[in-house]
């Protein structure tokens, strides 16, 4: 027979202590002001469900979802097929794996406000690498703090270049931990290389593949720090991403109730979304 | 189908092998007859599931020549040498159902699909797993998943020979009896060559008409599990095979006969003449307790059931001795017979007496 208390509850107690000071409260916090209006000197007059209301039926929330999941969905689109196909043509074994694997995790060491900075300076017309090279040697115009594609295209590619290393490094490690029987009985087979991807390498990578996906997916939508950095959300508000957004109503207007409506919306959509992916790729597991 | 010859085989995973150790396979030279059911047995690392992968194109030797009938396929990879092989862990392709698993080998080779469907469905019932064609086969249990995959092997009818790596490591004890004699009925209905690599002596006697023995890269002795375990051309033969193993007993050898601790032995033939080190080897089967013989000192008595395994003690040595009925209980003294016909001598390992006419 086992011996039944309720002693258990004082080894959780330390964890609920640390979620409740660095999440449920902040969060409350921000449900606090969602539904209140303060005109300063901390009064507050009860607003119920207006800002909700407010941000849903603005044209300035819809514009910035909608280049955030232009972001994501363009990240997405390059990433994970570039890394796998980088994961795919990296050598097993031998000498130039950790080569490559260094290599690779590189980037993903950069602070993200450095990463900002650096592309910043790269692209910058007059004294940028890039910048330079393209307006100067090859005749093409491109200056990014002028013309939103240009801007576009600079945030897409530092994205890019900052993290398809994880999806690559995610990768390889599904590909390696295929046993070689399954290459040699495709062999034996006679199966085609693109069998062997679509029957082997990429059923073996599923795991690894959503986890990428929703990690690289979290992170591009909640990105700030690098957009900010490089662009501040310009040219315009082309580049006005909704964290840049949400910064911008909560930090520069000082408008706390809306931006707190914002915010809660916001975490409903990367919650909701990140829920569905996962319930639709893990729903055959098991079966 | 076709007669299968390794010649001359040698193989080294080192690029520049210096001496005869640097070679997982000194020197192959074996013929397979179209149809046969062939183990090769030996120890983990003597270089069975080599000699596999070079039969079927995974690997090239390092030295000689494969040839399928008289074709030499030693350059050919896998898929065009007309090979099946199962692997020691099930392989199956987890997107597809069981159905399109089976009929992969076949697709791939451009095969119509009504041939294909015939087949499918004829191997589906050899094996059993009709009803689990329409399945996914990733979630099927192991036993199932290695008959899948022994099923893709046996899917094509013009295979030049089936090999099997290790298959039964991954199944349930009582599974693999089941399985085991699914392959042995198998192979006298689709008669295809099959080759089954093991190092567990039961799965290869039951399985194969012929053995082969390998250790350390060698062929050891080739022949029906009758001969592995009457008459073993090596010690390591007499060791490996049988439960327990084959005594082997140090002697000398004067004036014509084999003596062991001073008491001469009857020996099954004269012996060759030669020099190197000798040894008497004689299965426990066929040492008894007589009124005459050695003296020996029992010092272990197991009851395995059917029969007592018998440790006793000849001077220093350990015979062991394979009794049933009534035996002496542990600390008597006895006297140990051999029996004659099923003594042996070898030298240096290899056999050294002529058979009894």
């Known amino acids: 027979m086992k011996t039944q208390n309720q002693y258990g509850w004082y080894f959780v107690l330390p964890v609920l202590l640390l979620v409740a000071f660095n999440a449920l409260i902040p969060m409350m916090t921000v449900v606090n002001y969602s539904v209140q209006e303060t005109f300063g000197d901390n009064v507050f007059f009860w607003q119920g469900l207006d800002w909700f209301e407010q941000i849903l039926r603005s044209d300035r929330f819809h514009a910035a979802l909608g280049r955030q999941f232009l972001f994501t969905g363009l990240i997405l689109a390059i990433e994970i097929p570039l890394g796998i196909i980088i994961a795919l043509a990296m050598p097993r074994q031998g000498f130039w794996v950790p080569v490559c694997l260094v290599t690779m995790a590189l980037p993903m060491l950069i602070p993200w406000n450095v990463v900002g900075a650096m592309w910043n300076i790269f692209t910058l017309p007059e004294i940028g690498l890039l910048g330079y090279f393209m307006n100067n040697t090859l005749g093409i115009s491109y200056d990014m703090t002028q013309d939103p594609i240009a801007a576009w295209v600079t945030i897409v590619t530092m994205d890019v270049w900052h993290w398809t290393s994880l999806v690559v490094l995610l990768s390889y490690a599904g590909l390696v931990s295929i046993p070689d029987a399954y290459y040699q009985a495709a062999k034996i087979d006679g199966a085609s290389p693109w069998s062997v991807f679509r029957h082997i390498q990429l059923p073996k990578m599923k795991t690894v593949l959503t986890i990428a996906i929703l990690l690289r997916f979290m992170d591009s939508f909640n990105i700030y720090t690098e957009p900010f950095v490089l662009t501040g959300g310009g040219p315009g508000n082309s580049t006005t991403l909704l964290s840049i957004d949400l910064v911008k109503i909560a930090l520069g207007q000082f408008d706390l109730g809306p931006a707190a409506a914002m915010s809660l919306i916001y975490f409903a959509i990367t919650l909701l979304v990140s829920w569905l992916f996962y319930t639709l790729m893990t729903k055959d597991d098991g079966k | ?357």
């Open chain 2, 1 to 357: 189908m076709a007669q299968i010859t390794l010649s001359n085989l040698r193989h080294s995973y080192s690029a520049t092998p210096k001496t005869r150790d640097d070679y997982a396979l000194k020197e192959i030279d074996l013929t397979w007859e179209d149809g046969g059911a062939y183990a090769l047995l030996g120890p983990s690392g003597c270089g069975k599931s080599t000699l596999l992968n070079i039969i079927s194109g995974l690997l090239n030797p390092s030295e000689g020549r494969i040839l399928f009938d008289d074709t030499d396929v030693t350059s050919l990879p896998p898929d065009q040498r007309n090979i099946a092989q199962v692997f020691q862990f099930p392989v199956i392709y987890d997107t597809m159902t069981v159905y399109d698993n089976l009929a992969f080998p076949l697709r791939n080779r451009g095969v119509a699909a009504a041939k294909v469907d015939a087949r499918v469905t004829e191997i589906a019932d050899m094996l059993e797993v009709t009803d689990m064609l329409g399945l996914r086969a990733a979630g099927l249990s192991p036993d199932n998943k290695q008959k899948i995959s022994m099923g893709r092997g046996l899917v094509r009818d013009d295979v030049n020979v089936v090999m099997f790596d290790e298959p039964l490591t991954v199944i349930d004890p009582h599974l693999k009896w089941k399985l085991r004699s699914k392959l042995k009925e198998l192979h006298q209905r689709v008669r295809a060559t099959m080759i089954y690599v093991t190092h567990d002596q039961t799965e290869a006697l039951t399985f194969a008409d012929q053995v082969v023995v390998m250790q350390d890269g060698e062929i050891v002795q080739m022949g029906t599990p009758v001969d592995l375990f009457e008459r073993p051309q090596h010690t390591f033969v007499g060791h490996f095979i049988g439960s327990p193993g084959m005594n082997i007993l140090p002697c000398d050898l004067r004036d014509g006969g084999a003596f062991f601790q001073g008491e001469q032995v009857a020996l099954e033939g004269p012996a060759s003449q030669g020099d190197g080190e000798t040894q008497i080897g004689i299965r426990p089967e066929f040492v008894s307790i007589a009124d005459q013989g050695l003296d020996a000192t029992i010092t272990k008595v197991a009851d395995v059931g059917r029969h007592n395994v018998v440790e006793a003690r000849v001077g220093d040595i350990e015979v062991k001795a394979i009794l049933e009925g009534d035996t002496p209980v542990k600390g008597s003294s006895v006297k140990l017979a051999f029996r004659p016909d099923q003594t042996r001598l070898y030298r240096d390992g290899w056999i050294a007496t002529e058979a009894a006419s």
